[in-house]
């Protein structure tokens, strides 16, 4: 919960600590004891490993990969790169590195440097030197919406300015004018 964080309030975005990162502890029998990774898994990869744990195929058409590999071996990584979304306001893929926020209804790029700037403070996107890290986070990002059937564009044809807010709804019985 964002709490002031990046100044929201809520889970509204796709920082990592703010709200995509998600505690995972599996432990059991054959799981070495007090390993950690920061190996990247969505939570939907919990259930074809748990099934491998257990002899049990992954359901079929699921999009989750077993990362037991892991579970024994925190170097090992699960997937080479995550893509989240909120709504059709936000989309980011990041790697075991980076990660790129867009904002396409605002045509707004970040590009944050995870290993030095875990929390995703310093912006990158517009400087020079970063502009092929840019380029090469976008071209992946753009395949995982392919590969995800995610037909939200990147960018918009009028953009809105960068301190559009989606309008609230309107929660007035009908009939009663909502006061805005």
């Not at 502890?25 to 990247?40: L, W």
């Not at 999009?63 to 997937?79: Q, W």
């Not at 944050?112 to 970063?130: K, S, V, W």
């Amino acid at each position: 919960m964002a709490c002031g964080s990046h100044g929201l309030l809520g889970k509204q975005n796709v920082y990592e600590y703010d709200s995509v990162r998600v505690p995972l502890i599996i432990g059991g029998p054959g799981i070495p004891a007090g390993r950690r990774t920061d190996a990247m898994c969505y939570l939907f990869d919990v259930l074809p490993t748990l099934g491998n744990l257990c002899g049990v195929a992954a359901p079929k058409g699921s999009d989750g990969i077993e990362f037991c590999a892991t579970l024994h071996d925190p170097v090992t990584p699960s997937r080479s790169g995550m893509l989240f979304a909120y709504k059709d306001v936000q989309r980011a893929f990041c790697d075991e590195r980076w990660k790129l926020i867009c904002y396409p209804q605002v045509d707004k790029t970040q590009l944050f440097d995870l290993r030095a700037d875990p929390q995703e403070a310093t912006n990158l996107a517009y400087l020079p030197q970063y502009a092929d890290k840019v380029t090469e986070l976008t071209v992946r990002l753009e395949k995982e919406q392919r590969l995800s059937g995610d037909t939200t564009p990147l960018t918009a044809a009028q953009p809105r300015p960068a301190e559009w807010t989606p309008p609230a709804k309107d929660f007035a019985p009908k009939g009663v004018k909502a006061i805005n």
